[in-house]
Nanobody, 127 residues
Framework: QVQLVESGGGLVQAGGSLRLSCAAS????????WGWFRQAPGKEREFVGA???????????VHADSVKGRFTISRDNAKNTVYLQMNSLKPEDTAVYYCAARRYNSGGYSASSYDYWGQGTQVTVSS
């Protein structure tokens, strides 16, 4: 089993930045495929970005068009933590953000393809 604990959400002004953290309990942290999703009230959970590493190299990295160029994903192996760096935030980025993990790459990025989920952290961007 894998527990994912998220932190780093908060209230920011449009144009500002936040970094979300997703700390994993597993010691096989580096072998997982990682995803970030978000869900606004009354809306479906939507894909934000995904990444997987092979050793120190990025095996793949993909971002939704709505965040491409503004959001990046990184990791700290010593802390078993994955990060979502969010820059140039917009009010439409307001949502609960979730990190997710799966052992295998299924080739898609639907929420149902991920096995483990963080508890979510609220990001609110004011205008």
């Amino acid at each position: 089993q894998v527990q994912l604990v998220e932190s780093g959400g908060g209230l920011v002004q449009a144009g500002g930045s936040l970094r979300l953290s997703c700390a994993a309990s597993t010691r096989t942290f580096s072998s997982y495929n990682w995803g970030w999703f978000r869900q606004a009230p009354g809306k479906e959970r939507e894909f934000v970005g995904a990444i997987s590493w092979s050793g120190d190299s990025i095996l793949y990295e993909v971002h939704a068009d709505s965040v491409k160029g503004r959001f990046t994903i990184s990791r700290d192996n010593a802390k078993n933590t994955v990060y979502l760096q969010m820059n140039s935030l917009k009010p439409e980025d307001t949502a609960v953000y979730y990190c997710a993990a799966r052992r295998y790459n299924s080739g898609g990025y639907s929420a149902s393809s991920y096995d483990y989920w963080g508890q979510g952290t609220q990001v609110t961007v004011s205008s």
